[in-house]
Nanobody, 127 residues
Framework: QVQLVESGGGSVQAGGSLTLSCAASGFSYARSCMAWVRQAPGKAREAVATINKVAMRWYLDSTKGRFTISQDNAKSTLYLQMDNLKPEDTAMYYC?????????????????????WGRGTQVTVSS
């Protein structure tokens, strides 16, 4: 049974930091591309960062320099370090996995092509 379980969300003031974690199980994590995808109320879903099986990373322009995606393959765990948070970062953040083709920025630009999704963790940034 595939599981993606996010944790680490919360409420912070602008300029603050949060670290999200996603514990994965039930599929070949080391062979998959992983992503953090967010959705704010009334807005489209967007991938904020992706990482592939050789740890190449891609970021949404608005998160470059502030967010860092990383993973621990031994623990099948994905992370997202978020610094200098802004009110516009407020959203539900989901962990997503794609087990098929995800070369380059494909997963970043097509987050809906994920094979598996977590239930999400809420991030709220106040001004």
């Amino acid at each position: 049974q595939v599981q993606l379980v996010e944790s680490g969300g919360g409420s912070v003031q602008a300029g603050g930091s949060l670290t999200l974690s996603c514990a994965a199980s039930g599929f070949s994590y080391a062979r998959s591309c992983m992503a953090w995808v967010r959705q704010a109320p009334g807005k489209a879903r967007e991938a904020v960062a992706t990482i592939n099986k050789v740890a190449m990373r891609w970021y949404l322009d608005s998160t470059k320099g502030r967010f860092t995606i990383s993973q621990d393959n031994a623990k099948s765990t994905l992370y997202l370090q978020m610094d200098n948070l802004k009110p516009e970062d407020t959203a539900m953040y989901y962990c997503a996995a794609r087990t098929t083709f995800c070369g380059g920025t494909y997963f970043l630009t097509n987050p809906d092509k994920a094979n598996y999704w977590g239930r999400g963790t809420q991030v709220t940034v106040s001004s």
